[in-house]
């Protein structure tokens, strides 16, 4: 597997990254959707039969070659004898279809083949090869296939897969029924074809979305979409990083794969950024950094650093909320206090006019023992005295 050579630098808050030529293991089962991968023998069971066990590979005269799939480089209207090898791993002899048809990627990543061959206008039209092949158990066959460039073909990578079917019968859900399915199992014929190559990237339909979290105490986080569209004619693979305030994230993510872009594709790419505050207004800056892959033996252009802007509003709410409930409690106490206040100089006013009132009039006299009152009382405020 080629090496893949990384380096990284920081700029601009973004980290750049810049990749060789990272080639996944692709190729395997193509069912109705037409999914290529590379991979272990594929599996059927025709007509409730035993399983079927298969593999496509690239190959020379003598047999497999080692590939993962085949590269070529041709100029218009040249041609070159290609060969798979196709081997039978099952018990019994077996008759393989074969067919050719353009190769594109999924919205996933994956290398798929359309299901359909006839709906082909590109370089599954390229490709001649015989119709169908029997194999005996345990064999390999080695099938020449023909890829010629039409004259008129625009300059720069085409894709494509050639692959081996086996039709097999299964039932439905509720086995009220059985379907036939074929499945087919395949390799990528990559073509790049001699001319200008002129590579181009492009970041679209850049948004994002604040989610935020209902504990003041926590940051919300912001989901960032954006269209990544090859507007060149040559094959890309993609890095890049999304940056924020409060920090950032890479894609494609570790243990994702390499991501790959054929001529006029498009990938929607989502990254969640987490711990994002609500500051109002959140921006998160989208940075592209994409490679043109190489073919063997030939140097590729060197592209920029493609850049772009998602913005969303993110209002507090959480937090102003707070706010206000602590404001509301902190009136309400200083109003309760306030009242308490109110009332503690109420009562002690209430005290006074009582203790002056009580002054004023002054105190009672004991009377005697027969019961008059005490000379000198003052009660009828005249003194009395010897004559």
Known sequence: MPTVNETSRVRDGCRRRSRGP???????????????????????????????????????????????????????????????????????????????????????????????????????????????????????????????????????DHAAGIAASVRSRGVTADGAASVGVTSRFGVRVMTRVLGDLVPGLEIGAAEAVYRQRWNPFKPG???????????????LTVTGRVTSASGGVDFPEPGEGVLELLPGETRRIGVALDGVRPLIRVSAVICADPVVVPLEGASAPALARVEAVASTWAAPWPQLATVVGVALICVAALAGRRRSRRGVAALISQARRAALAEALDGPAAAPDADGAPAAGSGLDGIGGGAS
């Open 221 to 235: 986080w912001a989901q960032v979409s954006f269209d990544l569209r090859n507007t060149g004619n040559a094959r």
């Open 22 to 156: 990272a080639r996944s293991v692709v190729g395997a089962v193509i069912g109705l959707v037409g999914i290529v991968l590379v991979a272990p023998p594929a599996l059927a069971e025709p007509d409730g039969e035993a399983a079927v066990y298969w593999s496509v590979a690239p190959a020379d005269e003598r047999g497999p070659d080692g590939r993962r799939w085949i590269e070529l480089t041709l100029a218009p209207g040249e041609a070159v004898v290609e060969r798979i090898a196709v081997t039978n791993r099952s018990g019994t002899a077996q008759v393989f279809q074969l067919a050719a048809a353009d190769g594109r990627f999924t919205a996933k990543g994956s290398f798929s083949m359309l299901a359909r061959p006839e709906d082909s206008v590109d370089a599954g039209t390229w490709i001649d090869a015989q119709d169908s092949v029997e194999v005996e158990p345990g064999q390999t066959v080695v099938i020449p296939f023909t890829v010629s460039v039409p004259v008129g073909a625009e300059p720069g």
